[in-house]
């Protein structure tokens, strides 16, 4: 998504942001050909954000849902985007791996505290409360298929489960995520997109 961003902006700048080390590392080594039009931030979401001057937009994708204070949140945002300014984001929504949240009790578990799946009209409200005008929230079902049972493991184990096995001993992953699996009884996850598109007054 970034290096899409560097092409549509030829004679633009880019933040690259993200909480870990790692992923701006293998941004460093993806976006080289871009030399200095990239600067890479380490920084965590949930506390003000270290960019300066302010930006002329934000564009974010599959990451506010990872972070639980979302009145924080775009605080934050609102801090670094200057007045006239864009925030274009989609994160997992309302409804979002329902099927799964629902085996997981199901099997006496529960992912509270690991990510948040908030709805539109809240959204809405959080966003004007932080400074945003022009708001525009809403939700997208994207029901995602996957070719093998072993894609959909794979995926579940990876994304979907992954900060839940984190907790759990390496011997028991690949079992439980075998058992969530079978409940399911397919190879489709019901995913819901938030979809935000705000103006920073």
């Not at 006496?108 to 005008?133: C, D, H, I, Q």
């Not at 058992?179 to 397919?186: E, I, K, N, S, T």
Request: hydrophobic share 50%.
């Amino acid at each position: 998504m970034t290096q899409d961003l560097l092409d549509r902006l030829p004679r633009g700048r880019v933040v690259a942001l993200d909480a870990s080390a790692a992923m701006l590392d293998e941004a460093r080594r993806r976006l080289a050909p871009f030399g200095d039009r990239v600067d890479f931030v380490l920084a965590d979401l949930n506390l003000p954000l270290p960019v300066a001057p302010p930006v002329d937009a934000i564009l974010s994708t599959a990451t506010f849902h990872w972070v639980l204070d979302h009145d924080a949140l775009f605080r934050h945002l609102a801090a670094v985007v200057r007045p006239g300014g864009r925030l274009a984001a989609q994160c997992g929504g309302k409804g979002n791996v329902a099927s799964v949240e629902a085996v997981l009790a199901a099997l006496g578990e529960r992912m509270s505290g690991v990510r948040y799946f908030a709805g539109p009209e809240e959204t809405k409200a959080r966003l004007a409360a932080a400074g945003f005008v022009d708001v525009r929230c809403w939700l997208q079902p994207e029901p995602t298929a996957f070719e093998s049972r072993t894609e959909f493991e794979t995926f579940l184990a990876t994304v979907v489960l992954r900060t839940f096995l984190a907790g759990r001993a390496e011997a028991e992953r690949a079992p439980f995520v075998k058992r969530v699996a079978d409940r399911l009884g397919g190879l489709e996850l019901d995913y819901v997109r938030l979809n935000i598109d705000a103006v920073r007054a």
